[in-house]
Every structure is written in structure tokens, then in C-alpha cells.
């Protein structure tokens, strides 16, 4: 790496996260059209599935990138801190978020997130929030993990993006597993390059809590970036 005389782990393993960038995916997309294939839905979706391909050529295809942003194992080297791991991920020549930063007090994380927000429009990928982690690995492992999720790093999401449409007709989807949920029928309107012609209710008090009524015109959001639902009535 530059001449420079860098100590590298003996055995390490680390986890990263796998992106299409919107340039990218745009491209991709005029390509599967112009083989008359399928346009994919967005950025995202498109990375998740570009993953879960079962032959590994066809994912090594896709305009794929990744962000390295923890080691799970480590031997040879004393590593303390989350961001100490960064700045070795980026020494040993692992792709590191450019944007990640190192924050003193929550403060200063929160106000890190209001800049991100601003910012996230004109970036090269798609984010819907930032993750805030506990920086010390000593503290990490004190705090431990629930079932599926870490107790130092929490996901702090951005307001949802919405767009008006109107209501066509509510419809009873059936779950699985027997759960009766309400959905509206819309007429079709673009969030962020996804065409949402459907949405939940989620259930009969939200209904009512709403005032939602077939014919109104209402505003949508994708819960997370993913899930269309009714968030207000336009009176």
C-alpha cells in the first residue's frame, strides 16, 4: 500500500454493507430495458436482490459497491475503538464511508443527522437515515445485542418522503397468518422512482383516528423508505 510498511491482521473478518449507486442503477436499468427484461423497482432493492442471485456470475454483473464498516474478528492487532477500526479498514485499502464521523456528545450526533438530512438529495447513493454507535468496543460488549439488533447503535431515520394521491377504494388484505388489514387502492402516484398504486392502513382505529374515507385525497409515505402507507387526510 504505498510503499508504506503496514501491519495487517493475521486472520480478520469484517462486515460491510453492499450499495448501487443511483448512476449506476439508472444505467443498469436502460440495459435491462433495452433487452426487454424488467426494469428493477430502485437502488436498493436492486442491490439486495443483485445479492441473492443464485449464480454468482450474474451478481458479479451488477454495477455492485460496498462500505466496510466493522471487524467481527481480529488477530494480531489491538483495536479499542469503532472509529480506531475505521481508520484501519481504511489503512489496510477497505472501501470506508467517506461521510462517517466521529462525534463527542449526542449533540453532536444529532446535529450530524440535520446535516445528513440536507445532504441527502444530492448524494450518490440513497440513504434513509444515519446509525449512531457507542464508540468504545470495551462498552459495545457491555451493552451486548438483543435478538436482532445491537444495544450500541441505533438507527436514526429521516422524516419519510411524501406525495399526494387520492384514494380509489380500501380493500381487506388476509396475512398469512389470518390478520384482516386494511389497504387502500390509490391512484398511482411516484415516491422517489417506486410507483405506489397501494397502501396500509394498518388497522380500523387507525382508519377512524384519520377520518380516511374512499375518495379522499390523501398524503403517502414509504415507512423506512419501503412500505407505502396513508399518513394524513387532505381536508
Known amino acids: ?43 436498493r432493492n436492486a442491490a439486495a436482490g443483485s445479492l441473492r442471485r443464485l449464480d454468482p456470475k450474474e451478481t458479479a454483473q451488477r454495477p455492485l459497491d460496498i462500505f466496510f464498516y466493522e471487524i467481527m474478528h481480529c488477530e494480531g492487532i489491538k483495536i479499542e ?21 466521529l462525534c463527542k456528545n449526542i449533540e453532536e450526533a444529532i446535529e450530524y443527522h440535520h446535516k445528513m438530512e440536507k445532504m441527502r438529495e444530492k448524494m450518490e447513493y440513497e440513504i434513509d437515515g444515519v ?4 464508540n468504545r468496543l470495551d462498552f459495545q ?21 411524501k406525495e399526494e394521491t387520492q384514494i380509489l377504494d380500501i380493500v381487506v388484505g388476509v396475512g398469512r397468518t389470518g390478520t384482516l388489514t386494511p389497504v387502500a387502492l390509490l391512484k398511482p402516484v411516484d415516491v422517489k ?21 374512499i375518495g379522499d385525497w390523501v398524503r403517502v409515505a414509504r415507512a423506512g423508505d419501503v412500505i407505502p402507507e396513508v399518513i394524513e387526510v387532505i381536508k
Open 1 to 43: 500500500l504505498r510503499g508504506e510498511e503496514i501491519e495487517i491482521p493475521e486472520m480478520l473478518a469484517v462486515r460491510g454493507e453492499v450499495i448501487m449507486h443511483i448512476k449506476d442503477f439508472e444505467e443498469f436499468n436502460k440495459e435491462l430495458i433495452e433487452r426487454g427484461e424488467e426494469p428493477l423497482a430502485n437502488p
Open 81 to 101: 475503538t469503532h472509529w480506531e477500526a475505521l481508520q484501519s479498514l481504511k489503512k489496510w485499502g477497505l472501501k470506508v464511508n467517506p461521510y462517517a464521523k
Open 131 to 134: 446509525v449512531i454507535k457507542v
Open 141 to 161: 460488549e457491555k451493552l451486548g445485542t438483543k435478538t436482532r439488533s445491537p444495544r450500541w447503535a441505533t438507527a436514526y431515520k429521516f422524516p419519510p418522503r
Open 193 to 213: 422512482g417506486v410507483t405506489v398504486s397501494r397502501a396500509t392502513l394498518h388497522n380500523e382505529d387507525y382508519i377512524k383516528e384519520k377520518d380516511i374515507k
